[in-house]
């Protein structure tokens, strides 16, 4: 069974950086699509960035230019630097993975439900 395992995280204060790490394992297609989500408290889960398998990335308005996703096909895997990290950041964040055509990616981002392999989850707290 296709699983996704997430790494990273933590607790980090306001400006600081820190970096996600998602690795797709059991399955060997390289033509994923993948990407980041995250969920607060009490709040939707929202995306953050996506990478295709041509590595065209997408980022939501609330990230660019702070946050660089990037990938690794080798390993089937993908990254998330966060920097500049602000405390509306804190969040549950989730990797998402789906098989999907060159060009595809950017269109799954915008919804989550269409994603069927996600990670565990993994805690990103930013402090003041």
């Known amino acids: 069974q296709v699983q996704l395992v997430e790494s990273g995280g933590g607790s980090v204060q306001a400006g600081g950086s820190l970096r996600l790490s998602c690795e797709v394992r059991?399955?060997?297609?390289?033509?994923?699509?993948m990407a980041w989500f995250r969920q607060a408290p009490g709040k939707d889960r929202e995306g953050v960035a996506a990478?295709?398998?041509?590595?065209?990335?997408t980022y939501s308005d609330s990230v660019k230019g702070r946050f660089s996703i990037s990938k690794d096909n080798r390993k089937i895997s993908a990254y998330l630097e966060m920097n500049s990290l602000k405390t509306e950041d804190t969040a549950m964040y989730y990797c998402?993975?789906?098989?999907?055509?060159?060009?595809?990616?950017?269109?799954?981002?915008?919804?989550?439900?269409?994603?069927?392999?996600w990670g565990q989850g993994t805690q990103v707290t930013v402090s003041s």
């Open positions: 998402a993975a789906e098989i999907a055509m060159v060009g595809a990616c950017s269109s799954l981002f915008r919804t989550p439900a269409k994603f069927n392999k």
């Open positions: 059991r399955d060997t297609y390289s033509t994923y699509c």
């Open positions: 990478i295709d398998s041509d590595g065209t990335s």
